[in-house]
């Protein structure tokens, strides 16, 4: 196990310094959503709704509307807030067990001691065995301060967390107002079947029968030859970014465009118009998003087509302008090559 949190246990004066960890597991089979036409994976994407593009994960905050208004709080604004910065587990009663409904229980931690010497940790366990009570704490995790129940569990001190009151709805139904009346020989017969049907309660007795047979489902096309090759059909699993999100082809090959803008500023009104027309028509499906992918890559084509046309003239005219001086110094060499000529004739005349 990874621990998820660190902190301490304020008892009183004493500091119980632990570590804490998830005490529960998911064992549901865990299935995703696939195109059923070619078994394409489905993905969602975060896109904001006033300029449809693709937000990072470090560039969303979160934010409260009401009445019309909508509040934006970033990070730093909700780490300010002191009880989201606290680590400490705050012991503030001590109650009998059977006074917390079980209605109110969520999730469970175990805490380990964080500590050279655990003598702090067993003092509280056994003060709450001694006493058979359970203390009630104050904690915060994961940007919630939550209400708990600190109890042992054989040789372990597990935090349970609670719902706060307003939590809990009230069970207000008009059916069960109505006045039913009910027999002693049918209280009778319904204490019978009870107390035919009354044992100790052994969780391992009981199976997900679902999931045991969803995993025989699998296993049976797996035999049948009803599967595919993931890398074979789909080809490389998708890149993933550090924040362990998938990076969007779509947004991958837009950033390319606007890369080979930058270098060929003069040439990519066309290209800057195809790139546009190909923005408005993506959607958040990977299929058809990956279906209009060959559009977007027509800019950067027609950026090179045009920016090899305009270095294919610059070449010819530079080649016209080094044959004309060329052309003008011979002539200028032979009109001086003429003039030389002329007075050593002369000469020879005379």
Same mark, same amino acid.
């Given at each position: 196990?990874?621990?998820?949190?660190?902190?301490?246990?304020?008892?009183?004066?004493?500091?119980?310094?632990?570590?804490?960890?998830?005490?529960?597991?998911?064992?549901?089979?865990?299935?995703?959503?696939?195109?059923?036409?070619?078994?394409?994976?489905?993905?969602?994407?975060?896109?904001?709704?006033?300029?449809?593009?693709?937000?990072?994960?470090?560039?969303?905050?979160?934010?409260?509307?009401?009445?019309?208004?909508?509040?934006?709080?970033?990070?730093?604004?909700?780490?300010?807030?002191?009880?989201?910065?606290?680590?400490?587990?705050?012991?503030?009663?001590?109650?009998?067990?059977?006074?917390?409904?079980?209605?109110?229980?969520?999730?469970?931690?175990?805490?380990?001691?964080?500590?050279?010497?655990?003598?702090?940790?067993?003092?509280?366990?056994?003060?709450?065995?001694?006493?058979?009570?359970?203390?009630?704490?104050?904690?915060?995790?994961?940007?919630?301060?939550?209400?708990?129940?600190?109890?042992?569990?054989?040789?372990?001190?597990?935090?349970?967390?609670?719902?706060?009151?307003?939590?809990?709805?009230?069970?207000?139904?008009?059916?069960?107002?109505?006045?039913?009346?009910?027999?002693?020989?049918?209280?009778?017969?319904?204490?019978?079947?009870?107390?035919?049907?009354?044992?100790?309660?052994?969780?391992?007795?009981?199976?997900?029968?679902?999931?045991?047979?969803?995993?025989?489902?699998?296993?049976?096309?797996?035999?049948?030859?009803?599967?595919?090759?993931?890398?074979?059909?789909?080809?490389?699993?998708?890149?993933?970014?550090?924040?362990?999100?998938?990076?969007?082809?779509?947004?991958?090959?837009?950033?390319?465009?606007?890369?080979?803008?930058?270098?060929?500023?003069?040439?990519?009104?066309?290209?800057?118009?195809?790139?546009?027309?190909?923005?408005?028509?993506?959607?958040?499906?990977?299929?058809?998003?990956?279906?209009?992918?060959?559009?977007?890559?027509?800019?950067?084509?027609?950026?090179?087509?045009?920016? #090899? /046309? @305009? =270095?294919?003239? $610059? %070449?010819? *005219? +530079? !080649?016209?302008? &080094? #044959? /004309? @001086? =060329?052309?003008? $110094? %011979?002539? *200028? +060499? !032979?009109?001086? &090559?003429? /003039? @030389?000529?002329?007075? $050593?004739?002369?000469?020879?005349?005379?």
């Amino acid at each position: 196990m990874r621990a998820i949190w660190k902190g301490a246990i304020a008892f009183g004066l004493v500091n119980v310094p632990v570590k804490v960890y998830s005490a529960t597991e998911d064992h549901d089979i865990s299935l995703h959503q696939v195109h059923n036409a070619d078994g394409g994976r489905i993905r969602y994407q975060r896109r904001c709704e006033i300029c449809s593009k693709v937000i990072d994960y470090e560039d969303i905050d979160k934010a409260y509307e009401d009445d019309g208004r909508t509040v934006i709080l970033n990070r730093e604004e909700l780490k300010s807030i002191p009880a989201e910065n606290s680590h400490e587990i705050e012991v503030v009663q001590f109650v009998p067990a059977e006074q917390l409904d079980p209605m109110m229980f969520e999730k469970s931690y175990y805490l380990e001691p964080d500590a050279k010497s655990p003598k702090a940790y067993v003092l509280l366990r056994r003060a709450l065995e001694d006493t058979d009570r359970v203390a009630v704490v104050q904690f915060a995790l994961r940007e919630k301060t939550r209400l708990g129940a600190l109890r042992v569990r054989g040789d372990v001190l597990v935090l349970q967390g609670l719902l706060w009151a307003d939590e809990v709805r009230e069970a207000s139904f008009p059916a069960l107002e109505t006045s039913v009346r009910i027999s002693t020989q049918e209280r009778e017969m319904s204490a019978a079947l009870v107390d035919s049907m009354a044992t100790d309660f052994d969780p391992a007795q009981f199976t997900d029968d679902y999931q045991l047979q969803l995993r025989k489902l699998i296993d049976a096309k797996i035999e049948q030859g009803e599967s595919l090759d993931t890398e074979e059909t789909f080809g490389a699993p998708a890149a993933e970014a550090g924040t362990g999100e998938v990076i969007d082809l779509m947004e991958a090959l837009k950033r390319s465009i606007e890369r080979k803008r930058g270098t060929a500023a003069g040439a990519g009104g066309g290209a800057a118009a195809d790139d546009d027309a190909a923005d408005r028509g993506e959607t958040g499906s990977q299929g058809k998003t990956a279906a209009r992918a060959p559009r977007s890559t027509a800019a950067p084509k027609a950026a090179a087509s045009s920016s #090899a /046309k @305009t =270095t294919a003239a $610059k %070449t010819t *005219a +530079a !080649k016209a302008t &080094a #044959a /004309k @001086t =060329t052309g003008d $110094k %011979t002539t *200028a +060499a !032979k009109a001086r &090559a003429s /003039k @030389t000529a002329a007075p $050593k004739e002369a000469r020879k005349g005379a």
